[in-house]
């Protein structure tokens, strides 16, 4: 660029108009005719012309607008433009209010071939132009201004002549429009010295609808909006009988200022504007007729025309131009009523709250909200769903929605994928989608948000210890930070029991993975956010994970997590990821091995039993229940059938087997004591089958009910580890406890044993677990407790 560039661009010339009106009148006094002349200035633009189809399709898409005077084409420049003509004509496309317009250059063969093109339509406004600025006269065409005039009337007079005419064979009622091209760098004076011989030599100018059109177009836009408003007032100042002409305005967008340049030329006594729709046109484009209607409609003004289904306009104009809306256009991009911002957001959100009680109330009936100009639902379009999404949508649009229905801030990197995910579905099925399409494709996607939408791989329950628990031995409290997953998955609706170790949660799902499953994967990026507030307030993740090791992978796979347990969150979002990155790649089936030393064992053992019984042991249990495993097989010569296995089990533990445990429970009541905290446990229990009515008091229902055993028995009864989980699904779902009792009698070594139980009461379920384990040790029974 240059440091002075006034040495290569000349300034515009201002007129001399000090008088000059048209800052002080008031917009939207009138409302100005209409012309779209996308299909032929907007057409001669594109880089694919319309086919005649697409014409006809934009064609009525304008009737449908309620434009009433439509340039159709320049019928002598193709025989495309021409057929379409014929076509529109034959065919009775137009309606009788609407006026078809044709354009010419002023050159006699190509004015009779326009003729021809319209020979039977009802309204034809005859379109002639010959160029008239300086540089056009003395470079391009080298003519006197003389010769500029001339021309013009030689061809305004064959116009007449043919009007006549075609008007005597045809019944055509024809209107005259002539444009002094590139009028606003055409001497002022001498536009009106060639339109005051135009309208001479045409003769027939009168009021009303007779009037003469001359269009005054921008033909480049090269000064500020005030000049041209001023080059209009000039005009319509010194232009004879101003009653018999419609001053037209055509103006061009290459200063960014078509707009205010139309608006001010409406100011400044315009009658009548030409543009196209969105603002297609050659370079920067036409002046945009939806943006001038729809500014004059937010000042309370009635433009005339009809976008109160602007989607079907967009979807129209993009289809026939090829060409996409500008997501932040006016009143027509898909963001415009969009906010992104929060406060944004919440002040819209506000401002529709308190307009429904202004209405209610019928203080007014006026539209205000904050950040929306104007009301969406007239335009065809709602506040919460107005992005439109098809495979023309942006991703800030789809991921806004995801936001707004899921609750869900997806990462950038995120909302890329989706984005790919919706626009295939888009592509594939060739429609637009709908909220609820997109979301339910997330859901799918991501396996996101209920059985409905469950993975091949599922969370089912899990514990996260802080440091590796070794087996039946007590912490020494002196390991690394690392964690545990100990866990139950289901995976393609087997559950299996997984464990693995790593840094934190998600690196020891990895391991669990990657030990019994053989699914390696390595995370590359990890966010979190809260979702809601207060006592509801739940966790969202988000995790992407590439092929084991290759965190500059082109490929990665991306998965949602939400849960109340942040822990939780981050484990269902890795699986998410874990889903769409396995496809439908087979997994490794579960094995039965049971060996002295294979740790895999232990947990195909565990995976047996919760997919047999419901059972999800915890880590302890199944340690203690593989040794139960290792004796049996061992005596068996190391081999343990399936059903052998989970008998085994039943009798070990007293499960849902016909034994008859030593204690069991009877009717019993549970009541707070003291200050609440404690439990008194009021009932009976079976010794063998003999009632007794027995009391206990303890901090909780199995402490109490162990406290009501205890006057029974020798020696003293612990409760070393206590866990439950549900179970069964629907009405039929249960509990199932885990007790392990501790028995302590002199003169014997420490023994302990596991007690089960499953009832549909959790209080019942746990006491019973503790009367089951009681029974499975030799217990000594003081002489009160037998009769
Ligand atoms: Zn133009």
Not at 370 to 385: C, F, N, R, S, V
């Amino acid at each position: 660029m240059l440091t002075d560039p006034s040495v290569k661009y000349k300034r515009y010339t201002p007129i001399d108009l000090p008088d000059r009106k048209w800052p002080s009148a008031t917009y939207g006094a009138k409302v100005p005719i209409w012309l779209s002349t996308d299909l032929r200035d907007g057409n001669q633009a594109l880089a694919n012309p319309m086919t005649i189809d697409q014409k006809t399709s934009f064609f009525r898409q304008l009737v449908k607008c309620q434009v009433k005077e439509i340039e159709v084409s320049y019928p002598a420049a193709s025989d495309t433009d021409f057929n379409f003509v014929r076509g529109l004509v034959e065919n009775g496309e137009i309606p009788d209010d609407t006026w078809i317009q044709v354009l010419t250059p002023a050159r006699e063969d190509l004015i009779r071939r326009t003729f021809d093109s319209v020979a039977g339509a009802k309204h034809v406004i005859l379109h002639m132009y010959n160029a008239t600025s300086p540089s056009f006269r003395n470079v391009v065409f080298r003519n006197s201004k003389e010769q500029t005039i001339e021309l013009a009337v030689r061809h305004t007079k064959l116009v007449r002549q043919l009007t006549e005419e075609f008007a005597a064979k045809h019944g055509t009622v024809f209107k005259y429009e002539y444009s002094p091209e590139t009028f606003t760098q055409t001497e002022p004076d001498f536009a009106i010295e060639v339109c005051e011989a135009v309208k001479t030599a045409w003769g027939k100018a009168g009021t009303g609808e007779d009037r003469i059109i001359f269009n005054l177009p921008a033909t480049v836009e090269i000064a500020p909006p005030n000049h041209y408003a001023d080059q209009i007032e000039y005009f319509g100042r010194k232009i004879t009988e101003r009653e018999k002409v419609i001053i037209s305005l055509h103006p061009h967008n290459d200063r960014g200022t078509g707009i205010a340049a139309a608006e001010m030329g409406m100011l400044a006594g315009a009658d009548r504007v030409e543009g196209c729709l969105f603002g297609n046109g050659e370079r920067t484009g036409n002046v945009d007729l939806v943006n001038l209607a729809l500014n004059l409609y937010t000042q309370g003004v009635n433009p005339n025309l009809d976008f109160s289904d602007i989607q079907s306009v967009i979807d129209t104009v993009t289809q026939c131009n090829d060409l996409p809306i500008h997501p932040r256009h006016p009143y027509a991009g898909e963001l415009v009523f969009t906010a992104f911002s929060g406060s944004h957001q919440d002040a819209i959100k506000k401002g529709f709250e308190a307009q429904k009680v202004r209405h209610s109330t019928g203080e007014n009936s006026y539209w205000d909200v904050p950040y929306l100009p104007i009301d969406p639902a007239d335009l065809g379009q709602t506040y919460e769903a107005v992005i439109r999404v098809n495979s023309q949508s942006g991703k800030g649009g789809i991921a806004y929605l995801i936001k707004q229905n899921l609750h869900l801030d997806l990462p950038r990197k995120m909302q890329v994928a989706f984005y790919q995910v919706v626009q295939a579905i888009a592509d594939k099925e060739a429609r637009e989608m709908t909220v609820d399409d997109i979301t339910t494709a997330f859901r799918q996607t991501y396996h996101f948000g209920g059985s409905a939408y469950q993975g091949r791989l599922a969370l089912r329950n899990f514990k996260i210890s802080s440091e590796p628990n070794h087996d039946n031995t007590e912490n020494s409290g002196d390991e690394d930070e690392r964690k545990r997953f100990d866990g139950t998955i289901s995976v393609d609706g087997v559950y299996r029991v997984l464990r693995g170790n790593g840094n934190g949660p998600l690196s020891a799902l990895l391991d669990a993975l990657k030990t019994h499953l053989d699914i390696e994967f390595t995370i590359r990026e990890y966010t979190e956010h809260s979702v809601g507030q207060d006592q509801g307030a739940k966790a969202a993740s988000y995790v992407e994970i590439v092929p084991a090791g290759d965190r500059k992978s082109a490929v990665s796979w991306w998965g949602a997590g939400l849960d109340s347990d942040i822990a939780e969150s981050g484990l269902r979002a890795l699986l998410s990821a874990v889903n769409c990155a396995i496809g439908d790649r087979p997994l490794p089936e579960l094995k039965l091995s049971v060996g002295f030393n294979a740790s895999s064992g232990h947990d195909d053992i565990s995976s047996r039993i919760v997919n047999a019984l419901g059972l999800e042991l915890p880590r302890r249990l199944q340690s203690s229940f593989f040794e139960v495993v290792q004796r049996a097989a061992r005596d068996s010569g190391g081999e343990i059938t399936y059903d052998a296995l989970i008998n085994l089990f039943k009798t070990t533990y007293c499960f849902s087997t016909p034994s008859n445990p030593r204690f069991t429970l009877g009717a019993f009541k549970l009541e707070q004591t003291g200050d609440g905290a404690g439990r008194q446990f009021n009932g009976e229990i079976l010794f063998n089958g003999e009632k007794k009515s027995v009391v206990g008091q303890g901090n909780g229902p199995l402490s109490s009910a162990l406290a009501a055993l205890h006057p029974f028995i020798e020696g003293e009864l612990r409760i070393r580890e206590y866990s439950e989980h549900s179970i069964g699904e629907g009405t039929e779902v249960g509990a199932a406890s885990y007790v392990e009792l501790v028995y302590d009698v002199a003169g014997s070594k420490k023994r302990s044993a596991w007690g089960i139980s499953i009832d549909t009461d959790i209080t019942a379920s746990g006491i019973r677990a503790v009367l089951n384990a009681a029974s499975t040790l030799d217990i000594g029974l003081k002489k009160n407790a037998t009769q």
